[in-house]
């Protein structure tokens, strides 16, 4: 219903013992009758007169008691006045206990409705119970016998003894995460309401979902056992992210237990480490806190780890020098100092830089270097604020989460985006962990990682950073054995088998990618891919099988055909594209009526000429036949019109599907700060599929700067022209020197480009031809004399040429400065005495200022050098 002054917000209970000093109010809906003297009904209302004007109303609350909302079993029905002041938007009215006749209030269900001018506002149900309120040493109705978690659907299997409990999820295969609590009545004589709120936190204790069960409590099984289940995520869809979370079970205003569990890659079996956070009695099966890992376990968990040898050495070596300054410090020979517990990791994605951080948490505290073996992971969208001022406070805020334990940032490298950038705000955050790092109580471990390259620029990035970390940690990629170790482990948590034959597939997958791979390689993570992938096929085959029974060894035995398609997919599927014979006469047409390039158009003749062998053949255009170029020379020799020509004829040859060309420079591919050159390069790649991807000074994608991206692009160019092979022609153009380098800057470019073709400066005589040919487009011609000097002036150009002389680029614009003069002198003449001769004729005296002497001025004025 519409008020005038108001909008109905909530109505809610809670007890006065409930209220915290900051005004929190822990709303419930069950009551112990013991609580009835500080029991209070709260309506909260929206303001419609906010900031308005000041209002008074009168409200009517009407206590019920009974099951059914219309019951006339009326408690009470106290009135109160509403004064609402103009200034609050949010306006609330209270019923206490005191102004309630709760003298008849017995155990039992009520309602607590809400009137206003005898029109019906709010109504809520509530509950008493006669068990007793809890306390800090006891639940007076009832013992938790466990807590166990699992994963189902929207409906939970009614059959417990066929679930499977879980401590970690595995985040691909969780929809519902279920929480079983069986608790344990202590008095199973009579039936009560119990309300169990359960709230699910993330990692950083942001409450993500709240579930209330309010639950009827009759046992009639064995041991008075009782069961509540709860679950929260989606009943269909994967909706859960990595990370660790906490369930905290609250009954009656009191947080009884704490339950942690994690969603991570893999499952992990067994019940959560839960704790009891009220000295209540339990049974022995309950599961209690896990006791303090010894050295022993950490290091046998450490030493378990596929390959890293070298990283477990140097963890023992410090766990063993750490002991060797304590007993120094027993013996009083030397106090033990402050150790620097900061450190490095470099390394590819997927050598387990975050699975050792872990576990040096856990070295960390057991050698009481730090009260707390947790890692706190962030990275540069976690610490960096959008504004002025923001950064500082967050990162502050970040440091204070991981107090006590390590702080794991990944991808350091991107705080430091240039030394010479005032406005990027990550050199804030390099300043704060600094001043963290030197003037802090020592109580945090800050471990940096990300690329090796890009870390060692990290640490040059600020003087201070390298005193600062202490420790440096390489991890090297795995090999194809470590590799297969990793997948042969990954298949026993997954219930995974393979045969002999399968092993071999999976070894020369993971081998091929090991050969082919960049600094961006996965590592581990190729390893987790590949079986999700087989799996994956696995599964498809299962079902299509339309077998009526399967047995377990059906759905977890990965076979051959199941990695065929995995060790398929570099190769291209081949699309017949039938020759263009019309589209290929046109195309080498306008090849040979260009000027000059005797040798290019031999080269280009006959690599159609080898094409054409080659389909007759029946051979493999794709693997016969290289679309990669690289045109050297100098400026204006016809580079770039060439290879629009080619384009058209490899898309002739059927060679490539849409024959377009895509330009670009050095800006369409390198990016301004990490992370950004990969995205852009593969983005023109990507525009280029089917067509030519032309890069003009190709030499500029080398730097002399060992910390440049132009490295990256050159990196991702090479990648793509193996693994996407015959799906696009790259070429390359510039200057010959300047070409020669950039093809040694990468071991691996040079191979990539069979074809070499060499555009040669034009002649003066080509020179002349082509200044006719543009003077025709033009629809001019010149007198004798104007072509005489004409060609006298390219002639001592062409003589005095260097590497920089404009060729193609020169003539056009000598013949543009000299249509511009022609048409600035008929401008001179009345338009009655200009015939069609003189509009179409250029004269001496329209390029009599080309001169054959060293007049710079002359030569400026039409934009090029001698």
Known sequence: MDFEYFKFKDLNLFSRKDASACNERRYRNVFDVSELSSLIIELSLFNKKFDEEDWEAEFEFIIRKGDDVNSNQVIDNPSFTLEASAYENIVKITCNADQLETDSMEPGS????????????????????????????EYPCFDIYSIRLFEDGEKPNPKRYDRTYFRQFQRMATRLIWTELEIRNKIPEKPWKGEFVFNYYNDLRQLIHREVVVADIKTIQPNHSFFIETGHGHPENVSWEEGKYTIELVFMSRIVAIIPFSVSDKTEIGKPDFSICIGAGTSESMAIEPQALTEADIFRDIDHLVGLEGIKKRLHDYAGYVRYLKLRDEMGIEPMKAINLHAVFSGNPGTGKTTIA??????????????????????????????????????????????????????????????????????????????????????????????????EAFLDFNPGLR????????????????????????????????SGEVRQQMYKYLEDQYRRRTRSFGNARIVKSMLEEAQLNLGIRVINSARNSLTREDLCTILPVDMEGMLHKGKRLVVEMQPDTKLLNQALGELMDMIGLESVKTEISELTKLASYYRETGKDLVSAFSLNNIFTGNPGTGKTTVARIMAVIYKALGLLERGHLVECSREDLVGTVVGETAPKTLAKIESAIGGVLFIDEAYSLVNSNGHDFGHEAIEVLIKQMEDRRGEFSLIVAGYPREMNYFLDSNPG???????????????????????????????????????????????????????YFGNGRFVRKVIERAIRNQNLRLSQIPKDQRSDQMIKSITLSDVVEFRTDSDTLIKRQIGFSG
Request: charged content about 25%; hydrophobic content about 40%.
């Open 358 to 455: 872990r576990m040096l948490g856990k070295i960390y505290k057991h050698l009481g270097l730090l009260p707390k073996d947790t890692v706190y992971e962030a990275s540069r969208a976690n610490l960096v604020g959008r504004f002025i001022g923001e950064t500082a406070p967050i990162t502050r805020e970040v440091i204070e989460k991981a107090r006590g334990g390590i702080l794991l940032i990944d991808e350091a490298y991107s705080l430091a985006v240039k030394s010479d950038d005032n406005k990027d705000y990550g050199r804030e955050v390099i300043e704060t962990l600094l001043t963290e790092m030197s003037e802090g109580p020592g109580d945090i471990a800050v471990i940096v990682c990300g690329y090796p390259k890009e870390m």
């Open 110 to 137: 009520y309602f607590a409705e809400v009137w206003y001018n005898s029109s019906y506002v709010a109504i809520t149900r509530f509950h008493l119970i006669e068990t007793g309120v809890v306390t800090e040493k």
């Open 467 to 498: 005193s600062r970390f202490k420790y440096m940690y390489d991890f090297p990629d795995y090999t194809p054995a470590e590799l297969m170790e990793i997948a042969e482990r990954t298949a026993v948590q997954k219930q995974l088998n393979f």
């Open 749 to 803: 470019l040079r191979s990539r480009f069979d074809n070499h073709l060499t555009f040669s400066d034009f002649d003066a005589d080509a020179l002349m031809r082509i200044a006719e040919i543009q003077l025709l487009k033009a629809g001019m011609t010149t007198d004798a004399e104007a072509s005489a000097h004409l060609m006298a002036y390219f002639k001592y150009h062409s003589a005095a040429r260097n590497q």
